[in-house]
C-alpha cells in the first residue's frame, strides 16, 4: 500500500459525459501528480500540484481540469469524454522539499475509465 | 525538454536468462532516475531510484541499475529473471532540486517464460 488513494478504481461512463476522479495523496505530502496511461502513448504526465498550487502541465487537454484543495487532496475533472480517453489515470503523491536533495513519487492504483 | 526513450516495447526471456532494459534520456541538467514496476493488476512500484553518488543502484527483488552520465543511460538489469518478474518497467527522469515534473518513458513490457 503505497498510501495514496484514488477513486473510483473503475468507471464506465458514456461519450460526451463529465467526470471526477479524487485522490489522497500520502500523508505529509504536499505535492499531487496526474497521469495517463493509455495503451498507445505509454505513461504521459498531465498536471502537478504543490500546497494548492499548480506547478507543472504537461499534456492535459482543454477538456481536462485539475485542482488540489486545502486538505491536499486532489480531483481530476475531465469533460466532454471521447473515446480516446478510455485510460488508467494516475495520481502520484511526493513532498517536494525546499532543499536540492531528491524525493521519491508514490503511486495510486489508478483509476480505470472506460468511455464508451 | 527532458525525455525519456525505452527502446525495448516487449521483451520475453525464459526463466533464469538475464535481464538488461535499457534506458536513456535527454535533459540539461542533474538528474534524479527511476525504475518503476508495475506487475499485472497492481499500481506501480518503485524499484529502484538514483539521486547521487555510487552510480550503481541495487533495488528490490533482486535488480540493479548503472547510471551511466556521458551515455545518459540508466539501465535496469538482474542476472537471473524469474516468473514473478512478468510485469511493465518504466523508466523514469526528474530535475534534481524541487517542484521538478517526472518523465516516464513508455515502459517495457517483460514475459518470462516458466
Known amino acids: 500500500d503505497s498510501g495514496v488513494t484514488q477513486t473510483p478504481k473503475h468507471l464506465i461512463t458514456a461519450t460526451g459525459q463529465r467526470v471526477t476522479l479524487r485522490c489522497s495523496p500520502r500523508?505529509?505530502?504536499?505535492?499531487v501528480y496526474w497521469y495517463q496511461q493509455s495503451l498507445d502513448q505509454g505513461l504521459q504526465f498531465l498536471i502537478q500540484?504543490?500546497?494548492?498550487?499548480?506547478?507543472a502541465k504537461g499534456n492535459i487537454l482543454e477538456r481536462f481540469s485539475a485542482q488540489q484543495f486545502p486538505d491536499l487532496h486532489s480531483e481530476l475533472n475531465l469533460s466532454s469524454l471521447e473515446l480516446g480517453d478510455s485510460a488508467l489515470y494516475f495520481c502520484a503523491s511526493s513532498v517536494v522539499p525546499e532543499s536540492r536533495t531528491g524525493n521519491t513519487i508514490y503511486f495510486g492504483e489508478g483509476s480505470w475509465l472506460t468511455v464508451v | 525538454a527532458q525525455s525519456v526513450s525505452q527502446h525495448n516495447h516487449h521483451v520475453i526471456l525464459s526463466e533464469a536468462a538475464s535481464l538488461e532494459l535499457g534506458c536513456n534520456y535527454s535533459y540539461g541538467g542533474t538528474v534524479n532516475l527511476f525504475w518503476y514496476v508495475q506487475y499485472p493488476g497492481q499500481h506501480l512500484q518503485l524499484l529502484l531510484k538514483y539521486f547521487s553518488g555510487d552510480p550503481l543502484v541495487k533495488g528490490i527483488k533482486g535488480f540493479e541499475a548503472e547510471f551511466i552520465k556521458s551515455k545518459f543511460s540508466f539501465n535496469l538489469r538482474k542476472p537471473s529473471v524469474q516468473w514473478s518478474d512478468t510485469a511493465e518497467y518504466f523508466c523514469?527522469?526528474?530535475?534534481?532540486?524541487?517542484?521538478?515534473?517526472?518523465?516516464f518513458g513508455t515502459g517495457t513490457k517483460l514475459q518470462v517464460i516458466p
Open positions: 523514469a527522469v526528474r530535475g534534481s532540486g524541487g517542484y521538478q515534473k517526472v518523465t
Open positions: 500523508s505529509g505530502d504536499l505535492s
Open positions: 500540484y504543490y500546497n494548492g498550487e499548480e506547478r
